[in-house]
């Protein structure tokens, strides 16, 4: 087994880099040309090599994935600011090459210097000047090489120094050099909040809110005067780490508990009306169009009670939700839905395509004890749950608790609750962008309402670390 991991190489098996090519550049990992500039290149390459590798989790490669899509975040991240770029390819030496490959004008036309006339044998050829210049080379290194021996002590000669131990590519951390190398990366800063202040909408409470994979685009439900009922809205960022662009904030239709699938091309969310609320999705041909119109899943509606918190996995063949029941099967009426949540089931349903009906929800195996929660995101190819524990009244304790499995065969065992040093985190729709290290939710903000919310640095495997 130790023999396999060691002769495994993420690098060429997954992003099909050379190996040559070691350690890989931010342009080889992207697998982008020296002089790509255009920003949505750069960013539709990081996202199709970060899902990619994504969805190679388990079978014990869990290490070299989190080692990777670290990489690829800060190649990302580094090729998209020109002033980080410019010092990279100064420090990495690929400034030449890249500045050759944007400069270097092919109609431009060489020069031409023209070699004086001279004969190949005879007087005048320089061939004995030539000769006579190779020797007295030779003469005077053999002279300085001899000197030196005799300078150095005779016991034990030049003092050898040992050969390095080999190193393994996924235990070293990537630093200064050697940042493209394969490892475990460097410890994250703490943990901290950070109220998404910019989302704002007129002053208007925010909630339901649900945030893509790449951590690039956010949904959620507020007020839409003066229309009535909550409106699914969206906004979008620039790049990792920069605030939403208010200008992208828009409505887009009447809904609550919104889930995207990966690629952009699916919402499911649920449609209040007459006091319930069924589950429902539009779809698009490209991430450009438009949402198209609504259609009900009518294989689960009021069928198997309130099914809400709806959850796409990265390839939206799998839905999980909140199941809850009045003993009659039928959808439950919203204002009824928080007495029945001690008893909800979180559940899972499964396509075959997205063209499919869903399949009879079955429950969401967890270890004995763990307790009942709600408003649950399921990340990593549903090897990681983040959610909300139900009735947990508690002030001063925090509500958020994290759930990981290494096998889809297995319970669910709690990793620990998210809290941060100093400050008690109390929210929910928690929602994972494992491409950024972000944990958005709808926390208690301090206009008192519920607004969106993120906690940066946020990994999953180190919650409930002493």
Not at 280 to 290: A, C, L, N, P, T
């Amino acid at each position: 087994m130790a023999s396999r991991d060691e002769a495994f190489d993420p690098y060429h098996k997954w992003l099909g880099i050379p190996k040559d090519r070691r350690p890989p550049t931010h342009y080889d990992l992207l697998g982008i040309r020296l002089d790509e500039e255009d920003g949505e290149v750069i960013r539709a390459a990081a996202l199709q090599r970060r899902t990619f590798v994504e969805s190679q989790r388990g079978d014990g490669r869990d290490k070299a994935v989190d080692a990777l899509l670290y990489q690829l975040q800060e190649a990302e991240l580094t090729l998209q600011d020109p002033q980080l770029r410019r010092d990279y390819d100064q420090r990495t030496k690929l400034f030449v090459r890249r500045n050759r490959k944007r400069r270097v004008d092919p109609t431009a036309e060489r020069s031409r210097v023209k070699s004086r006339p001279g004969r190949s044998v005879g007087e005048g050829s320089g061939i004995v000047t030539t000769f006579m210049g190779v020797m007295l080379v030779f003469a005077v290194g053999f002279g300085a090489v001899s000197w030196f021996s005799f300078q150095l002590p005779w016991e034990g000669g030049l003092p050898k120094k040992p050969r390095p131990a080999p190193q393994d590519p996924l235990a070293a951390a990537p630093s200064g050099a050697d940042e493209a190398a394969i490892g475990v990366p460097e410890p994250l800063p703490p943990m901290q909040l950070a109220f998404l202040k910019e989302l704002n909408v007129a002053g208007q409470p925010e909630d339901d809110i649900w945030a893509t994979g790449d951590g690039m685009t956010l949904y959620w439900c507020s007020p839409n005067p003066p229309k009535r009922g909550l409106w699914i809205h969206e906004a979008h960022r620039p790049a990792p780490g920069q605030p939403f662009d208010p200008a992208t904030i828009r409505p887009l239709f009447s809904g609550i508990d919104p889930t995207v699938s990966d690629d952009g091309l699916e919402m499911i969310y649920l449609h209040p009306h007459g006091g319930g609320a069924d589950l429902v999705r539009r779809r698009r041909g490209s991430r450009d169009e438009e949402f198209g119109p609504e259609e009900r899943f009518e294989e689960l509606i009021g069928r198997y009670g309130f099914l809400g918190s709806p959850c796409l996995s990265e390839d939206g063949l799998t839905l999980y939700f909140d199941r809850m029941d009045d003993g009659s099967g039928k959808n439950v009426p919203l204002p009824r839905v928080n007495s029945l949540a001690r008893g909800s089931v979180h559940s899972f349903s499964t396509r075959e395509t997205r063209d499919a009906p869903w399949s009879e929800p079955q429950p969401v195996p967890f270890e004995e004890g763990a307790p009942v929660i709600r408003f649950a995101h399921v990340a990593r190819q549903g090897r990681c749950i983040v959610a909300r524990i139900v009735a947990q009244r508690d002030q001063s304790l925090p509500n958020l608790v994290v759930f990981l499995r290494e096998n889809l065969d297995e319970p669910f065992r709690m990793q620990g609750a998210v809290a941060l040093e100093g400050v008690v985190l109390r929210g929910k729709f928690p929602r994972y962008a494992p491409a950024t290290n972000e944990l958005y939710l709808s926390t208690w903000g301090e206009d008192s309402h519920w607004t969106p919310g993120v906690v940066q640095n946020f990994v999953p495997d180190r919650i409930g670390e002493k």
